[in-house]
């Protein structure tokens, strides 16, 4: 069986293009009673575009801490926050920021449809009822997040997406403008999660050639934007459509090891998505050679300062933890590994990797 891939059915690019939300927002507004509401990355509180967007009085603007990456239990507050500040609906959630504050953003439109708690929701496919019109704008490149069908959530027990088809946005717009502010170790490590997106889909067993044009094509961007001399203003703009290409790979195929161990580290550490990534690849030689020697490059080449000794110290039951986590994403090793991934991969061979980091 083929998958029937849901896509973000409308996007814009372009600088400047985030002036364009508010015609958007305009044919989404039902009547003058029903809020938007909008989940901002809480470090763009002071900056020039926030003042420019388009609020009406009965909207709702909230700072989104990201400071960790998104709990099941802060969607369900921020639901709750949403709910309690009007008695309608809303006519659309709109996210700006990067991966983490996208995920809020089309977690909480399906929490607003559907009961209980975004714990219920982490698997596959298992929400009932549509989200709220949601619209992404990203202001970090790299995670896919704006285009995925998952929404990553840390929950009481695992760290594992709300993947369906109502996850994906609505809407994206895609202003290169807004990522100029990105530190450089944080710009390198997003970016480097769409490369890896791109390297793992490209050397699993489920790769085809829908996925395969979408991850050469990013993968190619990346290597422009940090092994050759691309200006800023271009490597931004490439950097994003970068980004939505590797997101695109992933969704008709599948990440694998490197995504797989840094879940673990994720999920028991607290290590971001991004710099985990790199943390993990850069230990991934026999698996993934050529590509983690062209990674390596790139930490070189763009003087990144990558953490070592993360799981220094780490106890057996965290270590065990970590291990549980990277075994339980079963479709992970299966695309990395094959269908016999249970015979290539040990619990100490996981072991000796992450100690190594
Ligand atoms: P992030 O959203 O966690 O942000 C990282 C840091 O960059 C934060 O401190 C944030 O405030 C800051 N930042 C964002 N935009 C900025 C800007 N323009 N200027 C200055 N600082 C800025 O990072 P990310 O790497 O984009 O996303 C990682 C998160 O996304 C994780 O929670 C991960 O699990 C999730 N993720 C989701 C998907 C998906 O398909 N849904 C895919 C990959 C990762
Ligand atoms: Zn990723």
């Not at 959630?93 to 990067?98: N, S």
């Not at 009932?128 to 019109?133: F, G, L, R």
């Not at 763009?302 to 079963?330: C, F, H, Q, W, Y």
């Amino acid at each position: 069986m083929y998958r029937n891939l849901r896509l973000v059915p409308q996007l814009i690019y372009g600088r400047g293009s985030i002036n364009q939300l508010g015609d958007i927002l305009t044919k989404q507004r039902t009547d003058a009673g029903s809020p938007v509401v909008f989940l901002i990355d809480a470090v763009h509180e002071k900056r020039a575009f926030i003042q420019k967007l388009p609020l009406r009085a009965n909207d709702l603007v909230i700072f989104v801490d990201v400071g960790t990456e998104p709990k099941t239990q802060y969607v369900d507050e921020l639901t709750e926050r949403i709910k309690a500040f009007s008695n309608r609906q809303p006519d659309a959630i709109v996210g700006i920021g990067g991966g983490s504050a996208m995920d809020l953003a089309k977690s909480v439109s399906i929490m607003s449809t559907n009961p209980g708690s975004a714990a219920d929701y982490q698997g596959w496919d298992l929400v009932k009822y549509p989200a709220i019109y949601h619209l992404g704008i990203p202001t970090l490149a790299g995670s896919g997040a704006e285009v995925s069908r998952t929404a990553v959530l840390t929950g009481p027990v695992k760290k594992l997406g709300i993947n369906s088809d109502f996850t994906p946005f609505d809407q994206i717009i895609m202003d290169p403008d807004l990522i100029a502010t990105v530190p450089p170790n944080q710009r390198f490590f997003t970016a480097m999660d769409c490369y890896i997106h791109s390297c793992e889909s490209l050397q699993g067993t489920f790769i085809n050639e829908f996925s395969r044009a979408f991850a050469e094509s990013a993968r190619n961007m990346c290597r422009d934007v940090f092994l050759s001399d691309c200006e800023d203003v271009v490597a931004d703009e490439r950097l994003m459509v970068a980004s939505y290409f590797g997101g695109l790979s992933i969704a008709y195929s599948q990440v694998g090891i490197c995504h797989a161990l840094s879940y673990g580290l994720s999920y028991v550490l607290g290590v971001r998505h991004g710099v985990g990534n790199c943390i993990v690849f850069n230990q991934l030689k026999e698996y993934y050679g050529q590509d983690v020697r062209e990674f390596q490059q790139m930490i070189r080449r763009n003087r990144i300062d990558l953490p070592s000794g993360v799981t220094k110290g780490i106890d057996e039951a965290g270590m065990n933890r970590m291990i549980d986590t990277a075994l339980g994403l079963e479709p992970l090793w299966k695309n990395a590994l094959g269908d016999d991934w249970k015979q290539r991969i040990s619990r100490d061979k996981i072991r000796s990797l992450y100690v190594r980091m």
